[in-house]
């Protein structure tokens, strides 16, 4: 009893991890139209603020694991947020002296701690009870990292998109006094809320440092990565998680401009519901472009959909095979695909809309799915998987060169095969777990 009850207060502190990383991931986004002006970038400079977060992963994912595997889980997840927490701290003097340098190894360093914390996270939930609840354990710890990514929009533009942010000629037309108090606000609506960031996550630090978490995995004897490369399922793993976060960060990149290609801002405005939200974006005057304000708001929906997904795939995969829930949800991924580019109008947006429902649960699932069976070498395994992270900055841009070639509707066979590995994936450890049974 004493054992169950120091799992479940241990998963509720890991899950607040879950949710600090999501929450701070989309904030950062809710930056880039101030940064634009605040350091004067081009759109290019301002892309490279989602380089440097992929990059991250990219990078840092196998140091992390061999630094887990020397200091243990605890001190790794100290250690991840406190780099966080430091990366928070270099906003201010980025924001002070209009440094894009400072920003990008501000961000990076940012998204560093954020890659400490899932090296460590999302195996040491999987482990916190049975192998086999793995999956919807971390489907729920991912939930509310959806929530964090729900809430930071508003959160974003309450403290740091609240006022009206100034053009490059219109701050150039300001002169003495008066450009110097609006680039003060400007830097301090960048630096006062990350600081307060910065505050709230050595707080959680130092709970983590009082905190008993129980020993699951021996951090000591992980093994070698020659080891982890000759496990196949986990290897066919982590070219999963490439895939699935490839696919969904290559929809939701470009439904704005999927949806304009279809000229559904006239459909919209001719809807009930969605004629109203489309005139409430015209009156407020939230973008320069007015037609890409009313598609934007309805991609909202696409990313909502993978908290409510990660809710019910917790459930799902606690009474089903974590393998055959997988499956079945790439499948409806696929078939919601075909009818977007089969059709037209409202049935194509809503259908490719409903993607994002069911890659809810594709992430969390995976990876448990590859975890299954390497015992110590988990450490280094979920390196690994994170690693292939940085899928979601090469399928977006391999996706955008079809588009260029062949159109919105054709290029998502290349998103379909995607999602096809997935099902296959999810079929094949599906069947790997009755066979075994």
């Known amino acids: 009893m004493n054992q169950q009850k120091s799992y479940r207060s241990s998963f509720i502190l890991l899950t607040t991890l879950f949710f600090l990383w999501g929450f701070i991931t989309v904030l950062v986004d809710s930056l880039i139209p101030r940064l634009r002006e605040l350091f004067t970038l081009s759109y290019f400079q301002a892309g490279m603020v989602q380089f440097a977060f992929f990059g991250a992963y990219f990078l840092l ?15 790794g997840i100290i250690l991840g947020l406190l780099t966080m927490a430091l990366g928070c701290i270099l906003f201010y003097p980025a924001a002070s002296y209009r440094e894009f340098g400072i920003f990008m190894l501000a961000y990076f360093i940012l998204a560093g701690g954020m890659t400490i914390l899932q090296v460590a996270a999302n195996p040491y939930v999987a482990v916190l009870g049975s192998e086999e609840g793995a999956s919807s354990r971390l489907n729920l710890s991912q939930a509310f990292n959806s929530l964090g990514t729900a809430i930071a929009p508003a959160i974003g533009a309450l403290f740091i998109l609240s006022d009206k942010i100034k053009t490059k000629d219109e701050i150039a037309a300001l002169v003495g006094t008066a450009k110097e108090t609006y680039l003060a606000a400007e830097a301090s609506a960048v630096q006062t809320p990350f600081l307060g960031l910065a505050l709230f996550i050595v707080f959680i630090a130092g709970i983590f440092l009082f905190a008993k978490l129980p020993k699951l995995i021996s951090e000591e004897s992980s093994g070698t990565y020659a080891d982890v490369f000759k496990q196949k399922n986990l290897m066919l793993g982590v070219l999963g998680i490439l895939f699935y976060v490839g696919a969904e960060v290559a929809i939701g990149s470009y439904l704005v401009n999927y949806f304009l290609d279809m000229n559904l801002v006239e459909v919209i405005k001719e809807n009930g519901f969605m004629k109203s939200i489309a005139e409430g974006i015209l009156n407020s005057g939230l973008a320069e ?20 997904g990660r809710f019910v795939g917790s459930y799902l995969t606690k009474i089903m095979k974590p393998g055959k829930v997988l499956g079945m949800f790439a499948s409806i991924a696929i078939a919601l695909i075909v009818i977007s580019i089969s059709t037209n109008g409202l049935v194509s947006m809503w259908s490719i809309l409903a993607v994002g429902l069911f890659n809810s649960i594709m992430f969390p699932t995976i990876f448990t799915l590859a975890l299954n069976g390497i015992g ?53 450890n599906s069947r790997k777990s009755t066979h075994e049974a």
């Open 61 to 75: 994912s196998i140091p992390a694991s061999y630094i887990l595997s020397k200091i243990g889980y605890k001190r």
């Open 376 to 428: 110590d070498l988990k450490p280094k395994a979920s390196g690994l998987l994170c690693t292939a992270i940085v899928g979601g900055a090469i399928i977006p841009p391999l996706y955008g060169y079809f588009t260029d070639i062949i159109g919105f509707k054709a290029a998502f066979g290349f998103v379909i095969v995607c999602y096809a590995y997935i099902l296959w994936y999810g079929y094949k």
């Open 289 to 308: 472009n007015d037609n890409k304000a009313i598609v934007g708001v309805f991609v909202t929906f696409y990313w909502s959909g993978a908290m409510i």
